[in-house]
Nanobody, 119 residues
Framework: QVQLVESGGGLVQAGGSLRLSCTAS????????MGWYRQAPGKQRELVAT???????NYADSVKGRFTMSRDNAKNTVYLQMNSLKPEDTAVYSC?????????????WGRGTQVTVSS
């Protein structure tokens, strides 16, 4: 099993930056991919970014060029660096991890962290 804890959310003005962290504990070695979703009130959940074990990243078009996902293996932590934030980036950001174990695929979620961007 994997436990995920996010941190780094908060209130920032438009144009500012925040860095979200997601620290994994448990069977970190079994993680194949980690990513971030976000969900704003009244909107569908949106996949923001993913990072594979092989270090391949993918981003939603809405955040390309502004957000960067990275990993620190020594700390079992992934980061989402968010620059040039816009009010429409306001959402609850949740980290998730996909693992492979016993021939099966499992998905684990963090509780989420609120990001609010004021105009």
């Amino acid at each position: 099993q994997v436990q995920l804890v996010e941190s780094g959310g908060g209130l920032v003005q438009a144009g500012g930056s925040l860095r979200l962290s997601c620290t994994a504990s448990g069977s970190f070695f079994s993680i194949r991919l980690m990513g971030w979703y976000r969900q704003a009130p009244g909107k569908q959940r949106e996949l923001v970014a993913t990072l594979t074990k092989g270090s391949t990243t993918n981003y939603a078009d809405s955040v390309k060029g502004r957000f960067t996902m990275s990993r620190d293996n020594a700390k079992n932590t992934v980061y989402l660096q968010m620059n040039s934030l816009k009010p429409e980036d306001t959402a609850v950001y949740s980290c998730y991890a996909v693992t492979l174990a016993g021939g099966g695929e499992y998905i684990y979620w963090g509780r989420g962290t609120q990001v609010t961007v004021s105009s």
